[in-house]
């Protein structure tokens, strides 16, 4: 109800009011271009061995042909026994997995457990879902629970994918060239860790829009509990 | 005395299926467009809406809450979506006086949304909003005065 005094209060979450007033801007500001989101031009991989989960990522921002940031992380800790690289617009993935984080701590506090990956999942789809597309946000998600090692991807628009080994973002060709090269199930540590690094260079090798380091990042089951370590390499 | 005038329509009737028409009840003070604010008036803006997710996020929390009671409707019958929404109703009662926040502990605890993060509490959180109502006008709007 439209009273001119009366004050509606304001509905909490997005707030789309600008997008008329930016629609009619484009069109007034030379060459019609709204400044750009910062994305991160990425390669990122992640493999499923014998003990774990092995992801990867390299560490360049690009914003369009200028790049932003060359040590850029894109690992997110979700749980301590889940990781996640980021692909897309690099503030919707730092955004979406530190909302994943917040509601995972909630749940284990709540119930005393430690999340599964699936669950992970489940909430990052919904989320994207809902969104329709508009999140950039291409995810993969590598964990140890209970249940196994876990290697799973989320697109934007909220497609799920569970995989032995994947890459994705703008070098994720030419990574995965590497990855389908040398891939075998029940790998052990050491050749797991040198298959992601190589898959990375080859994505920082062939893609402009991935360079600097590599971040590796392990997850791994060692009796009933999980380590982790991330380390750079070059 | 009543604060609040009963709604017994159901959810349906409060699903919003169009963004307000600007000619009709336009948003600034006075009743007149407030251009240096809105922008100039253009029908065509307000009857569209001009993002994607503009009318689904409107509705998003209504259409949610209608499934998951209709599937609770069909699994348990009638009894169980009608209890919750009672106590949903006397819960959503709690309030403090119209311009003021409140911190609506009772309807988030029964909706679970006192254990979930999400878009809705980092963003424009109605409780750091800029503006506030007028407190005589709030109150008259409210009690059916105005």
Known sequence: MALSTVLETPVAGFDFENAARNAALEGLLEKGQAPKPLKTGTTIAGVVFKDGVVLGADTRATSSEVVADKMCAKIHYIAPNIYCCGAGTAADTEKTTDLLSSNLTIFSLNSGRNPRVVMAINILQDMLYRYKGHIGANLILGGVDCTGNHLYTVGPYGSVNKVPYLSMGSGDLAALGILEDRFKSDMQLEEAKDLVRDAIHAGIMCDLGSGNNIDICLTRRKGNTSTVQAQHQF | ?146
């Open chain 2, 1 to 146: 005395m009543f604060l609040h005038t009963l709604n017994t329509r159901g959810l349906r009737s409060q699903l919003k299926d169009s963004v307000p028409v600007a000619g009709l009840c336009p948003q600034g003070t006075y009743g007149v467009q407030d251009t240096l604010r809105g922008g100039f008036t253009s029908v065509k803006n307000e009857l569209l809406p001009s993002h994607p997710l503009e009318l689904s996020e409107k509705n998003f929390k209504l259409n949610q809450e209608k499934m998951n009671l209709s599937t609770l409707r069909n699994i348990q019958g009638l009894h169980a979506p009608l209890k919750l929404q009672m106590e949903y109703r006397a819960a959503r009662q709690i309030q403090r006086l119209p311009f003021l926040q409140s911190s609506n502990l009772a309807v988030d605890t029964l909706q679970g949304s006192d254990e979930y993060i999400g878009f809705e509490d980092i963003l424009n959180d109605p409780a750091q909003s800029e503006m506030m109502g007028e407190p005589h006008i709030m109150v008259e709007y409210k009690l059916g005065l105005l």
